[in-house]
Protein backbone atom coordinates (compact mmCIF):
# COMPACT_ATOMS: atom_id res chain seq x y z
CA UNK A 1 0.00 0.00 0.00
CA UNK A 2 0.89 3.27 -1.10
CA UNK A 3 1.93 5.75 1.70
CA UNK A 4 1.00 8.47 -0.30
CA UNK A 5 -1.79 9.34 -2.68
CA UNK A 6 -0.62 10.19 -6.39
CA UNK A 7 -1.84 12.73 -8.91
CA UNK A 8 -3.23 12.08 -12.47
CA UNK A 9 -1.78 14.44 -15.36
CA UNK A 10 -1.23 14.53 -19.47
CA UNK A 11 1.91 14.34 -21.15
CA UNK A 12 3.23 17.30 -23.44
CA UNK A 13 6.00 16.58 -24.66
CA UNK A 14 9.44 17.48 -24.33
CA UNK A 15 11.91 19.92 -23.38
CA UNK A 16 15.36 20.79 -21.65
CA UNK A 17 16.43 22.45 -18.48
CA UNK A 18 20.26 24.02 -17.70
CA UNK A 19 21.02 23.69 -14.15
CA UNK A 20 23.09 25.25 -12.01
CA UNK A 21 26.72 24.24 -12.59
CA UNK A 22 25.93 24.07 -16.50
CA UNK A 23 24.53 20.91 -17.74
CA UNK A 24 21.74 20.02 -19.38
CA UNK A 25 19.05 17.60 -18.96
CA UNK A 26 16.06 16.46 -21.45
CA UNK A 27 12.82 16.50 -19.37
CA UNK A 28 9.40 15.91 -19.77
CA UNK A 29 6.50 18.30 -19.61
CA UNK A 30 3.14 17.37 -17.49
CA UNK A 31 0.01 18.89 -16.92
CA UNK A 32 -1.15 17.88 -13.89
CA UNK A 33 -4.33 17.82 -12.56
CA UNK A 34 -6.26 19.98 -10.38
CA UNK A 35 -7.36 16.86 -9.75
CA UNK A 36 -10.55 16.41 -7.37
CA UNK A 37 -11.44 13.82 -4.84
CA UNK A 38 -14.50 12.43 -5.89
CA UNK A 39 -14.83 9.80 -3.92
CA UNK A 40 -13.45 8.48 -0.50
CA UNK A 41 -13.46 4.74 -0.16
CA UNK A 42 -13.50 3.25 3.44
CA UNK A 43 -12.98 -0.45 5.10
CA UNK A 44 -16.42 -0.55 6.57
CA UNK A 45 -18.15 0.04 3.14
CA UNK A 46 -16.20 -0.93 0.49
CA UNK A 47 -13.52 -3.43 2.40
CA UNK A 48 -10.53 -0.85 1.81
CA UNK A 49 -9.73 2.79 1.58
CA UNK A 50 -9.12 4.99 -0.81
CA UNK A 51 -9.71 8.40 -2.54
CA UNK A 52 -10.99 7.96 -5.83
CA UNK A 53 -8.93 11.23 -7.63
CA UNK A 54 -11.10 13.02 -11.31
CA UNK A 55 -8.90 14.96 -13.57
CA UNK A 56 -9.99 16.91 -16.50
CA UNK A 57 -13.38 18.63 -16.98
CA UNK A 58 -16.09 16.07 -19.51
CA UNK A 59 -18.62 18.53 -21.15
CA UNK A 60 -22.08 17.97 -19.84
CA UNK A 61 -23.28 16.51 -23.13
CA UNK A 62 -21.11 13.66 -22.61
CA UNK A 63 -21.88 12.81 -19.63
CA UNK A 64 -24.09 9.58 -18.72
CA UNK A 65 -27.05 10.30 -15.80
CA UNK A 66 -25.22 7.63 -13.45
CA UNK A 67 -22.26 9.73 -13.99
CA UNK A 68 -23.72 12.80 -13.00
CA UNK A 69 -25.05 11.31 -9.84
CA UNK A 70 -21.79 9.99 -8.91
CA UNK A 71 -20.05 13.87 -9.52
CA UNK A 72 -23.15 15.46 -7.93
CA UNK A 73 -22.47 13.54 -4.83
CA UNK A 74 -19.03 15.37 -5.30
CA UNK A 75 -20.21 18.55 -5.87
CA UNK A 76 -17.55 18.64 -8.58
CA UNK A 77 -17.85 19.01 -12.68
CA UNK A 78 -17.89 16.09 -14.22
CA UNK A 79 -14.49 14.60 -15.04
CA UNK A 80 -13.43 12.78 -17.72
CA UNK A 81 -10.68 10.81 -16.04
CA UNK A 82 -10.89 9.05 -12.95
CA UNK A 83 -8.53 6.99 -10.72
CA UNK A 84 -7.90 5.42 -7.26
CA UNK A 85 -5.29 5.40 -4.97
CA UNK A 86 -5.11 3.19 -2.16
CA UNK A 87 -3.80 5.15 0.74
CA UNK A 88 -4.06 3.90 4.94
CA UNK A 89 -7.13 5.41 6.71
CA UNK A 90 -4.90 7.89 9.05
CA UNK A 91 -4.08 9.47 5.25
CA UNK A 92 -7.62 9.44 3.58
CA UNK A 93 -9.21 11.31 6.72
CA UNK A 94 -7.00 14.59 5.58
CA UNK A 95 -8.92 14.56 2.52
CA UNK A 96 -12.80 15.97 1.83
CA UNK A 97 -14.38 14.78 -1.36
CA UNK A 98 -14.49 17.80 -3.45
CA UNK A 99 -11.22 18.94 -2.19
CA UNK A 100 -9.18 19.88 -5.21
CA UNK A 101 -5.41 18.44 -5.10
CA UNK A 102 -2.33 20.68 -7.07
CA UNK A 103 1.25 20.13 -8.40
CA UNK A 104 1.85 21.32 -4.62
CA UNK A 105 1.88 17.56 -3.46
CA UNK A 106 5.62 17.36 -5.11
CA UNK A 107 9.05 19.15 -4.18
CA UNK A 108 10.89 20.03 -6.78
CA UNK A 109 13.83 16.92 -6.28
CA UNK A 110 11.48 14.56 -5.27
CA UNK A 111 11.40 10.85 -6.92
CA UNK A 112 8.72 9.69 -8.37
CA UNK A 113 6.77 6.69 -10.28
CA UNK A 114 5.32 7.55 -13.56
CA UNK A 115 2.45 5.04 -14.87
CA UNK A 116 1.63 5.45 -18.11
CA UNK A 117 0.77 3.48 -21.68
CA UNK A 118 3.32 3.25 -24.42
CA UNK A 119 2.95 4.30 -27.52
CA UNK A 120 1.51 1.24 -29.94
CA UNK A 121 3.97 -0.41 -32.72
CA UNK A 122 1.25 -2.10 -34.42
CA UNK A 123 1.86 -5.59 -34.84
CA UNK A 124 5.34 -7.12 -35.06
CA UNK A 125 7.75 -9.75 -35.36
CA UNK A 126 9.89 -11.78 -32.88
CA UNK A 127 12.76 -10.05 -33.72
CA UNK A 128 11.60 -6.58 -33.26
CA UNK A 129 9.57 -7.19 -30.37
CA UNK A 130 12.22 -9.45 -28.51
CA UNK A 131 15.30 -9.28 -30.32
CA UNK A 132 15.65 -12.85 -32.30
CA UNK A 133 18.22 -13.17 -34.60
CA UNK A 134 16.40 -14.87 -37.42
CA UNK A 135 16.99 -17.85 -39.23
CA UNK A 136 20.08 -18.64 -41.38
CA UNK A 137 20.20 -17.10 -45.15
CA UNK A 138 22.19 -19.79 -46.50
CA UNK A 139 21.74 -22.92 -48.81
CA UNK A 140 18.55 -25.07 -48.48
CA UNK A 141 16.87 -22.16 -45.86
CA UNK A 142 13.53 -20.64 -47.72
CA UNK A 143 11.89 -17.52 -46.62
CA UNK A 144 12.31 -18.29 -42.89
CA UNK A 145 15.15 -15.55 -42.22
CA UNK A 146 12.61 -13.69 -39.84
CA UNK A 147 10.57 -16.72 -38.46
CA UNK A 148 9.95 -17.29 -34.63
CA UNK A 149 11.57 -21.44 -34.79
CA UNK A 150 9.83 -24.04 -33.76
CA UNK A 151 7.01 -23.29 -31.24
CA UNK A 152 7.29 -26.71 -28.99
CA UNK A 153 8.04 -29.99 -27.96
CA UNK A 154 6.66 -33.25 -30.05
CA UNK A 155 4.73 -35.62 -27.96
CA UNK A 156 5.30 -34.77 -24.68
CA UNK A 157 3.77 -31.78 -23.89
CA UNK A 158 2.42 -32.04 -27.12
CA UNK A 159 1.06 -28.01 -27.64
CA UNK A 160 2.62 -25.09 -27.56
CA UNK A 161 3.54 -23.53 -23.61
CA UNK A 162 2.21 -20.50 -22.25
CA UNK A 163 3.90 -17.45 -22.21
CA UNK A 164 5.88 -18.46 -25.36
CA UNK A 165 7.12 -15.51 -27.35
CA UNK A 166 5.89 -15.06 -30.63
CA UNK A 167 4.99 -11.87 -33.16
CA UNK A 168 2.05 -10.16 -32.30
CA UNK A 169 0.96 -6.61 -30.75
CA UNK A 170 3.45 -4.78 -30.27
CA UNK A 171 3.71 -2.22 -26.94
CA UNK A 172 0.50 0.05 -26.03
CA UNK A 173 0.76 -1.50 -22.86
CA UNK A 174 0.93 -0.12 -18.97
CA UNK A 175 4.43 0.75 -18.03
CA UNK A 176 6.01 1.90 -14.84
CA UNK A 177 8.86 4.04 -14.95
CA UNK A 178 10.71 3.76 -11.50
CA UNK A 179 12.98 6.75 -9.69
CA UNK A 180 12.30 9.75 -11.75
CA UNK A 181 13.41 12.97 -10.41
CA UNK A 182 11.37 16.15 -10.71
CA UNK A 183 13.04 18.66 -12.02
CA UNK A 184 10.84 21.78 -12.60
CA UNK A 185 7.27 22.34 -11.24
CA UNK A 186 4.94 25.63 -12.31
CA UNK A 187 2.54 25.90 -10.18
CA UNK A 188 0.86 28.82 -11.41
CA UNK A 189 0.35 26.43 -14.75
CA UNK A 190 -0.37 23.20 -12.97
CA UNK A 191 2.97 21.66 -14.98
CA UNK A 192 5.68 19.50 -14.00
CA UNK A 193 9.10 18.46 -15.51
CA UNK A 194 10.49 15.01 -14.78
CA UNK A 195 14.05 14.04 -15.91
CA UNK A 196 14.43 11.98 -18.81
CA UNK A 197 11.58 10.15 -21.10
CA UNK A 198 8.18 8.78 -19.82
CA UNK A 199 5.93 6.03 -21.65
CA UNK A 200 2.89 7.40 -23.88
CA UNK A 201 2.24 9.63 -26.51
CA UNK A 202 1.73 13.55 -26.49
CA UNK A 203 -1.82 13.81 -24.24
CA UNK A 204 -1.86 10.75 -23.29
CA UNK A 205 -2.66 9.75 -19.33
CA UNK A 206 -0.13 9.33 -17.03
CA UNK A 207 -0.05 8.82 -13.13
CA UNK A 208 2.50 10.29 -10.70
CA UNK A 209 3.26 8.39 -7.13
CA UNK A 210 6.13 9.06 -4.79
CA UNK A 211 8.98 6.10 -5.43
CA UNK A 212 7.73 3.17 -3.85
CA UNK A 213 11.66 2.04 -4.11
CA UNK A 214 14.34 4.23 -4.27
CA UNK A 215 17.81 2.54 -6.73
Known amino acids: MSSSIGLVGKKIGMTQVFNADGSRDGVTAIELGPCVVVQKRT?????????????DDKPERKVKRPEAGHFSKAKTAPKRFLREFRVPAELADKYEVGQEIKTDLFN????????????????????????????????????????????????????VMKGKRM????SNKRVTVQNIE??????????????????????????????????
Open 108 to 159: VGDMVDVVGTSKGMGFAGVMKTYGYKGGKATHGVHEVYRHGGSLGQCMTPGR
Open 182 to 215: IMRIFAQDNIVFVKGPIPGSRNSLVQLLPATKLS
Open 167 to 170: AGRH
Open 43 to 55: MEKDGYTALQIGF
